[in-house]
């Protein structure tokens, strides 16, 4: 089955911009990504950055926190009064409490102080303003052992104060220790007697705030185990883990990144818009191009007149096809319209394209669903159905043409009649070529066109045998035209009455030809078809009057065909031949066919009215083969009719003929046309005719047609 017409399938510039569309959607999203993508990095890393920042901050507290209390150990332990208080065998209880016990609560910068003797035994201790009673270090925790480790490994002269952290049985502390001595000069040697002051400050909540404030840390707080939020470890001088330090990031990159979206998703905006209006540009340029690409397609694909599929489009029907599916059988139609020339030539050509319209429009109405038809020019169109039912369907739908046409088809005012040849070819596009498939339907139609129009012809290999003889014949004639090779023979017409020669039907012959002799009947109807009849025809008036111009007594009749006389110039051309011959007008008689002055009664009306102004004589010839009626034929005002010898021929042994000839003299006689009996072969034939009423008889029984010396022989012979 036929799709539709495939050249409506080729991709076009719409597809293009359906594929700028989408890569726009995707540079769009691309972008937008990157942005934020970018943003996102930049985010996380100042985030990194400030959380690095932060733990160094935090350590830096930390360390800070040891060396105040390393400060305090130093300001408090080097120092003559504490000296005096410590170096004896009994300290100064109360001093010692109204000194260091009593900070506490005063000042808040230690929560333990603390007296160690050599043996690092708790001499006195004051936690939190409490007495503390013990003597052990077991309160300090390993922490501190470390410290004391790294005070007992010191070299001597060394300032041996040490500041560390340590985990006591309160929780985890700042802790610092140092030798009491004089500003000057060491601690007074009684023995090896030491006294150390040992400084705690334990960890809470409000130390580590006032902390994160100084050093800008959020929430800083302590932990046994990591939290979630950032944190540092907290490790013990012993190096054990004691905890961990948190803090709340102030991801300063998200807040960034926050403070941008606004812009960013000004700029996101403005990039997708620019980007789009692209699109819609590139698109409506697309867009226009697309549709200009198809206009000019379907333009160049369409007839202007008719607004069917042209030629081309249907051989490129074809040709889809044939890359789709070789095997499938493909039918051609081929429609050419009889007369259409004439409607041209008597109407001119606004009515011609108006009748093309008209047909066009109920040959489409006629073309099966999967069909397509095209008009191939001039008045030729053809349809092209492929499948299994193509030939069925071919079939049918030419018979249908036909019978459509049967109808006049009316026009405004006008009603033409117009008929047309059909011819049909199939095939697959395997056995041959598309063109092949259109050459051979219009060798069946051109036959139905030499076989008497309207009808319908399947091409067989024969017709193109036909059709190929036709045209060497049609060379020939072309050339023997060149070279002379035609002759004129005449046939007297003699008076019925009387039986002396009246005049002479000149009839051509073909003598020159190479390839022998062929009879006119056989070539008449190629030299009308190929336009060549026009050249034969005036070769044959102007020979013929030439000829016959000496013969002062005698008529000359000359047969003219269909096409001569749908000449325009046809008239001038007559009158140009008597001119140049000085024959005169008044001596010529033409004979033309039924068949002409049929299908075209206007033109050929006032080209007999023409004729007979020049003074010429126009006879009906072959009367009684074609279908009219003499009442129909008298409109033409014909000077003769001629009986044809089909008919004439029967008189003496057919009954029913001889009335109808009768019959027929008696009506033309009544209507003052003369009459011409052809085709006499025998005296009883000829007696017949004479009594019925003829004027003048023609036949072998006077005389075969005979070349123009022969005539004058003749012609002497019966003078002399
Ligand atoms: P047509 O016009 O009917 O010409 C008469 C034909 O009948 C001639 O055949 C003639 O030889 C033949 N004929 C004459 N008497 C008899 C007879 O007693 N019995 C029989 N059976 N036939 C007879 P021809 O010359 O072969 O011409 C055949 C046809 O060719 C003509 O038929 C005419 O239609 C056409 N033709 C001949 N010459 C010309 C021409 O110069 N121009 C045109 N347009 N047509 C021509
Ligand atoms: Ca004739
Ligand atoms: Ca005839």
Avoid at 150 to 160: I, K, M, Y
Avoid at 211 to 235: E, H, M
Avoid at 252 to 267: L, T, Y
Avoid at 603 to 610: D, E, G, K, Q, V
Wanted: glycine fraction near 8%; aromatic fraction near 8%; charge should be neutral.
């Amino acid at each position: 089955m036929f799709k539709p017409l495939s050249w409506r399938n080729i991709p076009t510039a719409k597809t293009l911009s359906v594929m700028i569309f989408i890569a726009g959607i995707g540079l769009i999203v691309s972008v937008v990504a990157l942005l934020y993508l970018s943003l996102h990095l930049v985010s996380s890393k100042t985030n990194e950055i400030d959380e690095h920042r932060s733990a160094l901050s935090v350590q830096g507290a930390i360390q800070t926190s040891v060396n105040r209390v390393w400060s305090l150990v130093i300001d408090n332990a080097v120092w003559d009064d504490a000296v005096r208080e410590v170096y004896r065998p009994q300290l100064n209880t109360a001093w010692l409490y109204n000194t260091w016990g009593a900070g506490y609560k005063i000042n808040n910068l230690y929560d333990g102080t603390f007296i160690l003797d050599e043996r690092y035994s708790v001499l006195w201790g004051a936690f939190r303003s409490e007495p503390f009673n013990e003597h052990n270090l077991d309160f300090f925790g390993a922490g501190f052992r470390a410290l004391i480790n790294q005070h007992l490994h010191a070299l001597p002269g060394e300032q041996n104060i040490y500041a560390g952290i340590t985990r006591t049985r309160h929780g985890v502390a700042f802790i610092g220790i140092g030798l009491i001595r004089p500003v000057v000069g060491s601690p007074p040697a009684e023995g090896n007697m030491r006294r150390y002051l040992v400084i705690t400050r334990h960890i809470d909540t409000q130390n580590l705030k006032a902390l994160g404030d100084t050093f800008q840390i959020d929430n800083l707080r302590f932990s046994l185990n990591r939290t979630n939020d950032s944190s540092v470890p907290l490790k013990s001088s012993a190096g054990d883990l004691l905890g961990y330090l948190s803090w709340e990031p102030q991801l300063p990159g998200v807040k960034a990144a926050h403070a941008a979206a606004w812009e960013i998703r000004q700029i996101t905006a403005l990039v997708a818009s620019l980007i789009l209006l692209f699109i819609m540009l590139s698109s409506a340029g697309l867009y226009k191009l697309a549709k200009g690409e198809k206009l000019a397609r379907s333009t160049a694909m369409t007839d202007w007149l008719s607004r069917l599929p042209n030629r081309r489009a249907l051989l490129a029907q074809l040709e889809a096809l044939s890359l789709e599916d070789p095997n499938e059988a493909i039918c051609v139609v081929f429609i050419d319209l009889d007369g259409f020339k004439d409607v041209n030539d008597i109407y001119g050509h606004n009515v011609g394209d108006r009748l093309i319209v008209e047909i066009a429009k109920s040959l489409r109405d006629k073309v099966p669903p999967s069909g397509m038809l095209a008009r191939m020019g001039g008045d030729e169109f053809a349809m092209m159905i492929g499948g299994s039912q193509a030939s069925e369907m071919a079939s049918r739908f030419a018979e249908q043409v036909l019978a459509g046409l049967n109808l006049p088809v009316r026009l405004g005012e006008r009603t033409i009649y117009i008929g047309a040849s059909i011819g049909i070819a199939s095939g697959t596009l395997l056995e041959c070529t598309s063109t092949e498939l259109f050459r051979r339907a219009d060798i069946a139609m051109y036959h139905s066109k030499m076989n008497g129009k309207g009808q319908v012809t399947h091409y067989d290999a024969e017709l193109n045998s036909a059709r190929e003889r036709q045209l060497t014949i049609e060379n020939e004639i072309r050339s023997g035209l060149m070279r002379n090779e035609f002759d004129v023979w005449y046939q007297p017409i003699v008076d019925a009455r009387s039986q002396q020669m009246a005049g002479v039907e000149a009839l051509v012959r073909w003598p020159g030809r190479p390839a022998g002799a062929l009879p006119p009947d056989n070539f008449i109807p190629i030299a009308e078809s190929s336009g060549l009849i026009h050249a034969l025809g005036q070769f044959v008036l102007r020979r013929a009057c030439m000829d016959l111009q000496p013969f002062s007594d005698l008529k000359l009749s000359v047969n003219i065909s269909p096409a001569q006389f749908r000449d325009p110039e046809f008239e001038n051309k007559v009158a140009g031949v008597l001119r140049d011959s000085h024959f005169p007008a008044q001596r010529l008689q033409l004979e033309v066919t039924e068949t002409y002055v049929l299908e075209n009664p206007e033109r050929a009306c006032a080209a007999i009215r023409n004729l007979k102004a020049l003074g010429t004589a126009i006879a009906l010839d072959d009367f009684g083969t074609g279908y009219s009626s003499i009442g129909y034929l008298r409109r033409f005002n014909f000077d003769t009719i001629k009986i044809d010898k089909s008919l004439a021929g029967l008189v003496d042994n057919d009954e029913q003929a001889a009335a109808l000839v009768g019959g027929t003299i008696r009506i033309a006689s009544a209507l003052g046309m003369a009459v011409i009996a052809e085709g006499v072969e025998n005296e009883k034939q000829m007696k017949l005719l004479r009594l019925a009423g003829c004027d003048r008889l023609q036949g072998f029984f006077f005389s075969a047609p005979m070349p123009i010396d022969a005539l004058r022989q003749h012609r002497q012979r019966r003078q002399g």
